[in-house]
Protein backbone atom coordinates (compact mmCIF):
# COMPACT_ATOMS: atom_id res chain seq x y z
CA UNK A 1 0.00 0.00 0.00
CA UNK A 2 1.53 3.32 -0.99
CA UNK A 3 0.42 5.42 2.77
CA UNK A 4 1.91 8.52 1.08
CA UNK A 5 -1.28 8.89 -1.08
CA UNK A 6 -3.20 9.01 2.04
CA UNK A 7 -4.57 12.14 3.48
CA UNK A 8 -6.01 10.82 6.59
CA UNK A 9 -8.44 12.20 8.51
CA UNK A 10 -6.62 13.56 11.82
CA UNK A 11 -7.78 11.71 15.05
CA UNK A 12 -9.09 7.93 14.97
CA UNK A 13 -12.59 7.73 14.52
CA UNK A 14 -13.62 6.75 18.05
CA UNK A 15 -11.79 10.00 19.17
CA UNK A 16 -12.93 13.57 19.54
CA UNK A 17 -12.95 15.00 16.06
CA UNK A 18 -13.61 18.81 14.46
CA UNK A 19 -17.43 19.04 14.28
CA UNK A 20 -18.55 19.36 10.65
CA UNK A 21 -22.00 20.49 9.05
CA UNK A 22 -23.18 23.82 10.74
CA UNK A 23 -22.06 22.06 13.85
CA UNK A 24 -18.95 22.97 16.43
CA UNK A 25 -17.51 20.69 19.52
CA UNK A 26 -19.43 21.26 22.87
CA UNK A 27 -19.01 20.11 26.22
CA UNK A 28 -22.29 20.33 27.47
CA UNK A 29 -24.50 17.12 28.02
CA UNK A 30 -27.19 15.16 26.39
CA UNK A 31 -29.87 17.35 25.71
CA UNK A 32 -33.33 16.00 26.89
CA UNK A 33 -34.39 15.23 23.22
CA UNK A 34 -31.51 12.49 23.23
CA UNK A 35 -32.72 10.86 26.37
CA UNK A 36 -33.35 7.46 25.56
CA UNK A 37 -37.30 6.53 24.65
CA UNK A 38 -39.47 3.91 26.03
CA UNK A 39 -37.85 0.28 26.00
CA UNK A 40 -38.96 -1.31 22.53
CA UNK A 41 -38.36 -4.32 20.81
CA UNK A 42 -36.87 -5.54 17.19
CA UNK A 43 -40.46 -4.62 15.47
CA UNK A 44 -39.57 -1.08 14.68
CA UNK A 45 -40.22 1.24 11.71
CA UNK A 46 -37.41 3.43 10.70
CA UNK A 47 -37.65 6.00 8.38
CA UNK A 48 -34.87 6.85 6.16
CA UNK A 49 -35.15 9.83 3.88
CA UNK A 50 -32.48 10.93 1.28
CA UNK A 51 -31.67 14.27 -0.13
CA UNK A 52 -31.62 13.66 -4.13
CA UNK A 53 -30.50 10.94 -6.63
CA UNK A 54 -28.00 13.02 -8.89
CA UNK A 55 -25.74 11.76 -6.86
CA UNK A 56 -24.88 8.47 -7.10
CA UNK A 57 -23.83 7.45 -3.31
CA UNK A 58 -27.31 7.63 -1.61
CA UNK A 59 -29.12 5.21 -3.99
CA UNK A 60 -26.26 2.71 -4.72
CA UNK A 61 -24.98 3.10 -0.98
CA UNK A 62 -26.48 4.65 1.64
CA UNK A 63 -30.18 3.02 1.44
CA UNK A 64 -29.15 -0.37 1.12
CA UNK A 65 -26.41 -0.23 3.47
CA UNK A 66 -28.68 1.68 5.94
CA UNK A 67 -31.18 -1.21 5.36
CA UNK A 68 -28.98 -3.85 5.57
CA UNK A 69 -27.78 -2.69 8.75
CA UNK A 70 -30.91 -2.02 10.24
CA UNK A 71 -32.06 -5.85 9.44
CA UNK A 72 -28.90 -7.30 10.94
CA UNK A 73 -29.45 -4.91 14.23
CA UNK A 74 -33.14 -6.19 14.78
CA UNK A 75 -33.48 -9.97 13.48
CA UNK A 76 -35.03 -8.93 10.46
CA UNK A 77 -37.72 -7.46 12.14
CA UNK A 78 -37.51 -3.83 11.76
CA UNK A 79 -38.96 -2.49 9.05
CA UNK A 80 -36.97 0.49 6.68
CA UNK A 81 -39.32 2.85 5.03
CA UNK A 82 -37.23 4.94 2.32
CA UNK A 83 -38.31 8.14 0.57
CA UNK A 84 -36.39 10.41 -1.76
CA UNK A 85 -36.66 14.27 -2.09
CA UNK A 86 -34.89 14.75 -4.86
CA UNK A 87 -33.29 17.72 -4.05
CA UNK A 88 -37.00 18.76 -3.15
CA UNK A 89 -36.93 20.86 0.32
CA UNK A 90 -41.09 20.99 0.24
CA UNK A 91 -41.44 17.48 -1.06
CA UNK A 92 -38.97 16.50 1.94
CA UNK A 93 -41.19 18.28 4.11
CA UNK A 94 -44.23 15.97 3.01
CA UNK A 95 -42.00 12.87 3.62
CA UNK A 96 -41.90 13.45 6.81
CA UNK A 97 -45.38 13.97 7.86
CA UNK A 98 -46.02 11.13 5.85
CA UNK A 99 -43.68 9.08 8.18
CA UNK A 100 -45.45 10.72 11.01
CA UNK A 101 -48.82 9.35 9.74
CA UNK A 102 -47.00 6.20 9.14
CA UNK A 103 -45.76 6.25 13.20
CA UNK A 104 -42.27 5.67 12.21
CA UNK A 105 -40.03 5.01 15.67
CA UNK A 106 -37.29 6.88 14.21
CA UNK A 107 -36.13 9.07 11.54
CA UNK A 108 -33.00 9.55 9.30
CA UNK A 109 -32.76 12.74 7.69
CA UNK A 110 -30.24 13.58 5.08
CA UNK A 111 -31.82 17.45 5.06
CA UNK A 112 -32.21 18.66 1.45
CA UNK A 113 -32.44 22.24 3.05
CA UNK A 114 -31.05 21.94 6.64
CA UNK A 115 -32.72 25.21 8.02
CA UNK A 116 -35.89 24.69 6.18
CA UNK A 117 -36.63 21.30 7.58
CA UNK A 118 -36.45 22.42 11.07
CA UNK A 119 -40.29 22.89 11.70
CA UNK A 120 -40.96 19.33 10.35
CA UNK A 121 -38.35 17.83 12.69
CA UNK A 122 -39.93 19.61 15.32
CA UNK A 123 -42.89 18.20 14.67
CA UNK A 124 -41.69 14.49 14.22
CA UNK A 125 -40.12 15.41 17.80
CA UNK A 126 -43.61 16.47 19.39
CA UNK A 127 -44.75 12.97 18.19
CA UNK A 128 -42.14 11.02 19.85
CA UNK A 129 -39.94 10.47 16.73
CA UNK A 130 -36.42 10.53 17.38
CA UNK A 131 -34.45 12.16 14.71
CA UNK A 132 -30.62 10.92 13.55
CA UNK A 133 -29.15 13.68 11.68
CA UNK A 134 -27.42 12.05 8.53
CA UNK A 135 -24.17 13.48 6.62
CA UNK A 136 -26.18 17.00 7.47
CA UNK A 137 -27.06 18.39 10.73
CA UNK A 138 -30.37 19.58 10.02
CA UNK A 139 -31.62 22.14 12.78
CA UNK A 140 -34.10 21.31 14.98
CA UNK A 141 -34.34 19.19 17.95
CA UNK A 142 -31.77 16.29 17.09
CA UNK A 143 -31.51 13.33 18.88
CA UNK A 144 -28.14 12.33 17.11
CA UNK A 145 -25.86 12.79 14.14
CA UNK A 146 -23.19 11.04 12.06
CA UNK A 147 -21.33 12.94 8.90
CA UNK A 148 -17.61 12.81 7.60
CA UNK A 149 -14.90 15.60 9.12
CA UNK A 150 -15.75 18.19 6.41
CA UNK A 151 -13.40 20.38 7.01
CA UNK A 152 -10.93 18.40 7.03
CA UNK A 153 -12.46 17.11 3.63
CA UNK A 154 -11.98 20.95 1.84
CA UNK A 155 -8.37 21.36 3.56
CA UNK A 156 -7.54 17.63 1.85
CA UNK A 157 -9.26 19.22 -1.65
CA UNK A 158 -7.06 21.98 -1.25
CA UNK A 159 -3.92 20.59 -0.17
CA UNK A 160 -4.26 17.96 -3.32
CA UNK A 161 -4.69 21.27 -5.67
CA UNK A 162 -1.92 22.90 -4.56
CA UNK A 163 0.11 19.73 -4.58
CA UNK A 164 -1.01 18.77 -8.49
CA UNK A 165 -0.30 22.76 -9.59
CA UNK A 166 3.20 22.32 -8.34
CA UNK A 167 5.48 24.93 -9.38
CA UNK A 168 2.34 26.72 -10.66
CA UNK A 169 0.78 27.29 -7.07
CA UNK A 170 1.82 30.84 -6.63
CA UNK A 171 -0.13 33.80 -5.24
CA UNK A 172 -0.39 35.13 -8.86
CA UNK A 173 -1.91 31.59 -10.29
CA UNK A 174 -5.35 32.13 -10.88
CA UNK A 175 -7.79 29.26 -9.86
CA UNK A 176 -11.88 28.58 -10.02
CA UNK A 177 -13.37 27.37 -7.15
CA UNK A 178 -16.78 25.78 -7.43
CA UNK A 179 -18.43 25.18 -3.74
CA UNK A 180 -21.78 23.10 -3.47
CA UNK A 181 -24.82 24.40 -2.75
CA UNK A 182 -25.71 27.11 0.15
CA UNK A 183 -28.71 25.09 1.16
CA UNK A 184 -26.04 22.23 2.35
CA UNK A 185 -24.59 22.69 6.24
CA UNK A 186 -21.68 20.52 4.84
CA UNK A 187 -21.09 22.88 1.71
CA UNK A 188 -19.66 25.66 3.95
CA UNK A 189 -17.89 23.84 5.70
CA UNK A 190 -16.03 21.84 2.57
CA UNK A 191 -15.39 26.00 1.42
CA UNK A 192 -14.31 26.75 5.05
CA UNK A 193 -11.42 23.75 4.72
CA UNK A 194 -10.50 24.48 1.13
CA UNK A 195 -10.01 28.44 1.84
CA UNK A 196 -7.78 27.15 4.95
CA UNK A 197 -5.39 26.12 2.14
CA UNK A 198 -5.81 27.62 -0.76
CA UNK A 199 -5.96 31.91 1.02
CA UNK A 200 -2.24 32.93 0.56
CA UNK A 201 -0.78 30.35 -1.94
CA UNK A 202 -2.59 31.17 -5.12
CA UNK A 203 -5.48 33.90 -6.17
CA UNK A 204 -8.88 32.72 -6.21
CA UNK A 205 -10.47 34.58 -9.47
CA UNK A 206 -13.93 33.01 -9.56
CA UNK A 207 -15.59 31.23 -6.91
CA UNK A 208 -19.11 29.89 -7.09
CA UNK A 209 -21.78 28.42 -4.60
CA UNK A 210 -23.52 25.84 -6.95
CA UNK A 211 -27.16 25.43 -6.68
CA UNK A 212 -28.35 22.13 -6.19
CA UNK A 213 -24.79 21.03 -6.48
CA UNK A 214 -25.53 20.53 -10.39
CA UNK A 215 -23.22 19.15 -12.65
CA UNK A 216 -25.17 21.53 -15.08
CA UNK A 217 -24.90 24.25 -13.50
CA UNK A 218 -21.36 23.29 -12.80
CA UNK A 219 -20.78 23.71 -16.31
CA UNK A 220 -21.90 26.67 -17.16
CA UNK A 221 -20.28 28.60 -14.13
CA UNK A 222 -17.12 26.89 -15.79
CA UNK A 223 -17.80 28.21 -19.44
CA UNK A 224 -18.56 31.89 -17.36
CA UNK A 225 -15.36 31.57 -15.41
CA UNK A 226 -13.05 30.76 -18.78
CA UNK A 227 -14.97 33.82 -20.63
CA UNK A 228 -13.61 36.24 -17.42
CA UNK A 229 -10.72 34.88 -16.68
CA UNK A 230 -9.36 33.03 -19.89
CA UNK A 231 -8.34 29.98 -20.94
CA UNK A 232 -4.37 30.59 -20.57
CA UNK A 233 -4.98 32.33 -17.24
CA UNK A 234 -6.96 29.21 -15.70
CA UNK A 235 -5.01 27.19 -13.50
CA UNK A 236 -6.85 24.97 -11.52
CA UNK A 237 -10.07 24.22 -10.24
CA UNK A 238 -11.53 23.48 -7.46
CA UNK A 239 -14.48 21.89 -7.38
CA UNK A 240 -16.38 20.44 -4.42
CA UNK A 241 -17.60 16.83 -5.87
CA UNK A 242 -17.24 14.54 -8.21
CA UNK A 243 -20.47 15.71 -9.74
CA UNK A 244 -19.40 19.26 -10.46
CA UNK A 245 -15.87 18.29 -11.37
CA UNK A 246 -16.90 16.36 -15.20
CA UNK A 247 -19.38 19.71 -15.54
CA UNK A 248 -16.23 21.55 -15.03
CA UNK A 249 -13.89 19.10 -16.63
CA UNK A 250 -16.55 19.09 -20.17
CA UNK A 251 -16.17 22.85 -20.21
CA UNK A 252 -12.36 22.96 -19.49
CA UNK A 253 -12.24 20.00 -22.61
CA UNK A 254 -14.10 22.34 -24.92
CA UNK A 255 -11.64 25.69 -24.40
CA UNK A 256 -8.80 23.12 -24.55
CA UNK A 257 -7.46 23.40 -20.84
CA UNK A 258 -6.04 20.41 -18.79
CA UNK A 259 -5.42 21.59 -15.10
CA UNK A 260 -5.75 19.72 -12.43
CA UNK A 261 -9.59 19.58 -10.62
CA UNK A 262 -10.64 18.50 -7.51
CA UNK A 263 -13.32 16.36 -6.71
CA UNK A 264 -15.49 14.03 -3.99
CA UNK A 265 -17.20 11.21 -3.65
CA UNK A 266 -15.01 8.72 -5.68
CA UNK A 267 -18.22 8.36 -8.14
CA UNK A 268 -17.75 5.77 -10.58
CA UNK A 269 -16.97 8.14 -13.47
CA UNK A 270 -14.53 10.47 -11.04
CA UNK A 271 -12.52 7.53 -10.56
CA UNK A 272 -12.06 6.74 -14.11
CA UNK A 273 -11.15 10.50 -14.84
CA UNK A 274 -8.96 10.22 -11.95
CA UNK A 275 -7.05 7.23 -13.77
CA UNK A 276 -6.93 9.32 -17.36
CA UNK A 277 -5.87 12.07 -15.66
CA UNK A 278 -8.36 14.82 -16.84
CA UNK A 279 -9.22 14.48 -12.71
CA UNK A 280 -6.57 14.63 -9.94
CA UNK A 281 -7.97 13.47 -7.08
CA UNK A 282 -11.27 12.69 -5.22
CA UNK A 283 -12.25 12.21 -1.12
CA UNK A 284 -12.95 8.54 -0.84
CA UNK A 285 -15.68 7.77 1.96
CA UNK A 286 -16.19 4.90 3.92
CA UNK A 287 -20.01 4.89 3.34
CA UNK A 288 -20.41 1.94 5.21
CA UNK A 289 -19.23 3.60 8.13
CA UNK A 290 -21.38 6.35 8.43
CA UNK A 291 -24.69 4.10 7.20
CA UNK A 292 -23.79 1.69 9.40
CA UNK A 293 -23.53 4.57 12.28
CA UNK A 294 -26.66 6.01 11.38
CA UNK A 295 -28.81 2.53 11.79
CA UNK A 296 -26.77 1.82 14.71
CA UNK A 297 -27.86 5.25 15.82
CA UNK A 298 -32.05 4.79 14.88
CA UNK A 299 -32.18 1.35 16.37
CA UNK A 300 -30.69 2.28 19.97
CA UNK A 301 -32.96 5.43 19.95
CA UNK A 302 -35.77 3.27 18.53
CA UNK A 303 -35.29 0.25 21.25
CA UNK A 304 -34.70 3.32 23.73
CA UNK A 305 -31.21 2.30 24.82
CA UNK A 306 -28.14 4.54 25.50
CA UNK A 307 -25.89 6.48 22.52
CA UNK A 308 -23.06 6.22 24.74
CA UNK A 309 -21.40 3.50 22.93
CA UNK A 310 -21.89 4.80 19.46
CA UNK A 311 -21.56 8.57 20.22
CA UNK A 312 -17.76 9.50 20.89
CA UNK A 313 -18.40 13.66 20.61
CA UNK A 314 -21.35 15.97 20.94
CA UNK A 315 -22.16 18.78 18.74
CA UNK A 316 -23.96 22.31 18.45
CA UNK A 317 -26.40 23.44 15.95
CA UNK A 318 -27.96 26.79 16.00
CA UNK A 319 -31.27 24.85 17.16
CA UNK A 320 -29.65 21.90 19.05
CA UNK A 321 -26.49 21.97 21.60
CA UNK A 322 -25.00 19.05 22.69
CA UNK A 323 -26.08 16.61 19.92
CA UNK A 324 -24.75 13.31 20.87
CA UNK A 325 -22.02 12.32 17.17
CA UNK A 326 -19.48 10.55 15.68
CA UNK A 327 -17.36 12.03 12.82
CA UNK A 328 -15.77 9.70 10.20
CA UNK A 329 -12.31 10.26 8.79
CA UNK A 330 -11.57 10.91 5.16
CA UNK A 331 -9.07 9.83 2.53
CA UNK A 332 -7.73 11.66 -0.59
CA UNK A 333 -8.30 9.23 -3.21
CA UNK A 334 -5.63 9.25 -6.11
CA UNK A 335 -4.73 6.96 -8.81
CA UNK A 336 -2.01 5.50 -6.42
CA UNK A 337 -4.73 4.18 -3.75
CA UNK A 338 -7.51 2.71 -5.99
CA UNK A 339 -7.21 -0.67 -4.86
CA UNK A 340 -6.70 0.37 -1.11
CA UNK A 341 -9.87 2.33 -1.30
CA UNK A 342 -12.95 1.77 -3.25
CA UNK A 343 -11.85 -1.63 -4.29
CA UNK A 344 -10.86 -2.69 -1.17
CA UNK A 345 -14.09 -1.48 0.43
CA UNK A 346 -16.17 -3.17 -2.26
CA UNK A 347 -17.37 0.54 -4.11
CA UNK A 348 -16.73 -1.14 -7.54
CA UNK A 349 -14.53 -3.91 -8.91
CA UNK A 350 -11.71 -3.59 -11.02
CA UNK A 351 -14.10 -4.66 -13.95
CA UNK A 352 -16.69 -2.03 -13.58
CA UNK A 353 -13.81 0.53 -13.53
CA UNK A 354 -11.76 -0.68 -16.41
CA UNK A 355 -13.87 -0.35 -19.22
CA UNK A 356 -13.14 0.53 -22.26
CA UNK A 357 -10.87 3.60 -23.11
CA UNK A 358 -10.37 3.07 -19.47
CA UNK A 359 -8.34 -0.21 -20.00
CA UNK A 360 -5.00 1.04 -20.05
CA UNK A 361 -4.80 3.49 -17.84
CA UNK A 362 -5.89 0.63 -15.39
CA UNK A 363 -2.90 -1.22 -16.29
CA UNK A 364 -0.54 1.61 -15.80
CA UNK A 365 -2.00 2.41 -12.29
CA UNK A 366 -2.01 -1.21 -11.27
CA UNK A 367 -5.77 -1.45 -10.66
CA UNK A 368 -6.64 -5.08 -10.23
Known amino acids: MRRAAFAVAAGAMAVSLAACGSAKESKDKDTSSSAPAAKKGDDIKVGLLLPENKTARYEQFDKPLIEKKVAELTNNKGKVFYNNAQQNANLQSQQVDTMITNKVDVLIVDAVDAKAIKNSIQKAEDQGIKVVAYDRLAEGP???????????????QGEALLKAMGSKATKASKIVM????????NAAQF?????SALDGKVTIAKEYDTKEW????ANSEMEAAISAIGAKNIAGVYSANDGMA???ITALKAAGISVPVTGQDAELAGVQRI?????NMSIFKSYPTEANVAAEMAVALAKGTSLDSIAKTKVDSDSAKGVPALLVPVI????DNVNETVIKEGFYTAAQICTGKYKADCDKAGVK
Not at 142 to 156: L, Q
Not at 214 to 217: E, I, Q, R, V
Not at 332 to 335: C, M, N, P, W
Open 214 to 217: SPDN
Open 142 to 156: IDAFTTFDNEEVGKA
Open 191 to 195: KKGAH
Open 178 to 185: INGSVTDP
Open 332 to 335: SLTK
Open 275 to 279: LAGEQ
Open 246 to 248: GGA
